[in-house]
């Protein structure tokens, strides 16, 4: 009885989502690299272990490994990004047969992704690139999955990933065709960035709270928790009033035992770099990842805030009001959030021609992954009603939810600076979105700027767009005639 599925990669990740599959009745063979040599290897500590008794299969040897699985084949990778998956691949190649279908569920750059994806049908085997998100927990229960790649095996893996997927409110599995190439990983990389924005949205919430409030901990967990009920129903508020609530060994809140500098893997980071690559704004997740990088600096800081002193706070906040100003600043500003990293989506999928489906893609992140939330619900029904929107801050329930946050949400961002207190992210997206709604930019003067000094040209107001102009600034002899056309 051949397998249905082989699995590599026997690390948390990799076993919970091998127990996952089994659990939905699929043959499941495992295979690990550290294997041979070893007395009770990492197989053999899994197969007798965890999967005791399951109908998981073991094996020291890739090719055996390979040939327990039934034609055409279907082969995940749950091993650490980077070279370890091309290493894989070599060794797999000589014993695919062609059809085969390798899918990589790991962290992967959506570049070597897309490299692979080519590689391997060049040489007739099929490569899926799927993001997996929900950590452990989703890879043993229902992971948010986005497969992208080669479009001729989806329909063979389909029936096992959407089983193992997680399942949406409704019903629907969170897992569907991303697109061609590396757009599922990349998907799953701005999946990982929003999330760094939600959680610096939450904490600056938190943080205002705590200082401009002196809310307690289990106050701070009670507003969280009424959140959670509204159209901030998600994971992270969710277990943001779990976490505040908690209490250590010594009975202490473990919370405030915590030290203030934030890790992390990249994944932010990487969001932000391939914005930059597409020109698109991506503010928010940008300020997350350099508020991290700046918490990681603690003794600058501490350096930093011997030096200056803050001005004692009035304190003379009413809880109601400013709970009404902290939850719109943290509604309107993970909206501006998501309508960035959708707009990264979308010229990502111009530029690639991925044609992705934005509505989709929301729905799919409903279920088993970090962000999952409420309002995802909201985003695809706006991206359904209107397929062209170009951005989701202009799509009228979104404009209605953003002017009536408003008013709330610039008095929080006056009152925070005026305290002292820092709020990067609530003001960076209270600021993008003035940018975006303002008609006329200061950008003519950099424009003229640029022309002064380097002659990189500009447009007139006055002239048809696409018309550019260099201007003799500083009228020296020999130079350019003021007003030249260079087209
Ligand atoms: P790790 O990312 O820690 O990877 C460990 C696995 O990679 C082990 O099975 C290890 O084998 C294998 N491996 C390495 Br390292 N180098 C190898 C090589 N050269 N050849 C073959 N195998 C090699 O495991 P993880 O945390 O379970 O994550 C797996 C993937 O899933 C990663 O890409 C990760 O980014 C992604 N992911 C993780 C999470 C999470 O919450 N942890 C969530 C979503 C996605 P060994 O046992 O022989 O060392």
Avoid at 251 to 274: C, E, H, P, R
Avoid at 340 to 352: C, I, P, R, T
Avoid at 391 to 414: C, G, H, M, Q, T
Wanted: glycine share 8%.
């Amino acid at each position: 009885n051949k397998s249905d599925i082989g699995l590599i990669g026997l690390a948390v990740m990799g076993e919970n989502l091998a127990l996952n599959i089994e659990s939905k009745e699929w043959r499941v063979s495992v295979y690990n690299r550290t294997v041979a040599g070893v007395e009770e290897g990492v197989v053999e500590g899994f197969v007798s272990g965890r999967a005791h008794g399951k109908k998981i299969m073991g094996f020291n040897n890739i090719e055996d490994f390979v040939n327990s699985i039934s034609q055409p084949r279907k082969i995940m990778l749950m091993v650490r990004a980077g070279n370890p998956v091309d290493e894989l691949m070599e060794q797999l190649y000589p014993f695919l047969s062609p059809g085969d279908i390798l899918i990589d569920g790991g962290n992967s750059n959506f570049e070597d992704t897309a490299r692979r994806v080519r590689e391997s049908e060049a040489k007739d085997i099929y490569f899926i690139g799927a993001g997996v998100s929900g950590g452990e927990e989703g890879a043993l229960h229902g992971a948010s999955i986005m497969p992208g790649g080669s479009a001729g095996a989806w329909f063979e893996v389909r029936p096992i990933l959407q089983s193992i997927a997680a399942k949406a409110e409704d019903g629907s599995p969170c897992c569907e065709w991303i697109g061609p190439g590396g757009s599922g990983h990349f998907v799953k990389m701005i999946h990982n960035g929003i999330e760094y924005g939600d959680m610096q949205l939450i904490s600056e919430a938190y943080f205002i709270m705590k200082h401009l409030l002196e809310a307690s901990n289990e106050e701070m967990a009670a507003y969280f928790e009424t959140w959670n009920e509204g159209k901030l129903k998600s994971f992270l508020i969710e277990i943001t009033s779990k976490i505040l609530k908690y209490k250590d060994a010594g009975g202490d809140y473990l919370i405030d035992k915590i030290l203030d500098t934030a890790g992390q893997k990249g994944t932010g980071k990487w969001s932000v770099i391939n914005a930059m690559e597409l020109e698109m704004p991506l503010n928010l997740i940008a300020t997350a990842v350099f508020e991290r990088n700046l918490s990681a600096r603690k003794e600058l800081r501490m350096e930093a805030s011997s030096i200056y002193h803050r001005e004692a706070s009035q304190k003379t906040y009413l809880a109601e009001e400013l709970i009404k100003e902290i939850y719109s600043s943290l509604y309107a500003s993970k909206l501006v959030s998501y309508a960035q990293g959708f707009n990264v989506l979308k010229y990502a999928s111009d530029k690639y021609g991925w044609r992705l489906n934005l509505a989709s893609i929301a729905r799919l992140w409903r279920g088993g992954c970090i962000i999952r939330s409420a309002f995802l619900n909201e985003i695809a029904k706006a991206f359904e009603e209107d397929r062209h929107l170009s951005n989701l801050l202009l799509a009228p329930y979104f404009k209605d939810e953003i002017v009536s946050a408003l008013p709330f949400w610039k008095r929080l961002v006056a009152v925070a600076a005026k305290e002292e207190l820092p709020v990067p992210a609530f003001s960076s997206a209270l600021n993008y979105f003035y940018s975006l709604t303002t008609n006329n930019l200061p950008a003519n003067l950099v424009q003229a700027q640029r022309d002064y000094f380097g002659a990189h040209t500009f447009e007139r107001i006055d002239l048809p767009r696409g018309v550019f102009m260099h201007e003799n600034w500083i009228g020296k002899a020999n130079s350019t005639k003021s007003g030249n056309y260079i087209i």
